[in-house]
């Protein structure tokens, strides 16, 4: 009888234990809220990014044209069409550009998808703007090669950064 007793007891944690393994498994395969906001977001700057690449030897530059059915633009109504293409509406202009969003602290705090703002003649005044994309890199739409990838850390671009913008 003892025996018996001890058997039923053992099937009862045993059973109690295997429950909890399942459960405990199960919540395992719950999405985590904060996760799944990141993805979101992430994935908006990358459907930022690749419509600003797919672009590349597609588009002429013209400077203050915006041109859409032509792919003529200058810098700021290419981000602008890149951004519409994304819903997300932006004005013209690279200074009005610079005013929408967040500021970025600074260059290390810059995201995939930020806008990110130059000086090209006047020092210190924002007159370029382009789509950042990460390890130093931006693409933007120039007169010398158009839509292209750039590095903002050597070269003509080493020195010009003036601000970035996180929408």
Do not use: E
């Not at 994304?86 to 500021?103: D, L, T, Y």
């Amino acid at each position: 009888m003892i025996y018996v007793k001890k058997n039923r007891l053992s099937q009862s944690l045993v059973g109690i234990a295997l429950s909890l393994s399942i459960f405990g498994s199960a919540s395992l395969l719950l999405p985590v809220p904060s996760a799944q906001a990141a993805t979101v977001s992430t994935s908006k700057s990358d459907q930022i990014v690749n419509t600003a690449l797919s672009y590349q030897g597609k588009v002429i530059y013209r400077f203050g044209v915006k041109d859409p059915q032509h792919l003529t633009f200058d810098c700021s109504s290419f981000t602008q069409f890149v951004f519409s293409k994304n819903g997300i509406s932006i004005p013209w202009g690279s200074r009005a550009q610079a005013r929408v969003g967040s500021p970025v602290i600074d260059k290390a705090h810059l995201q995939k998808g930020d806008l990110v703002m130059f000086s090209v003649n006047t020092a210190g005044k924002i007159n370029h703007v382009g789509i950042y994309l990460g390890n130093g890199k931006f693409v933007g739409n120039s007169p010398s090669r158009g839509v292209a990838i750039y590095d903002m850390n050597s070269g003509y671009w080493k020195n010009r950064y003036i601000t970035g913008r996180h929408l």
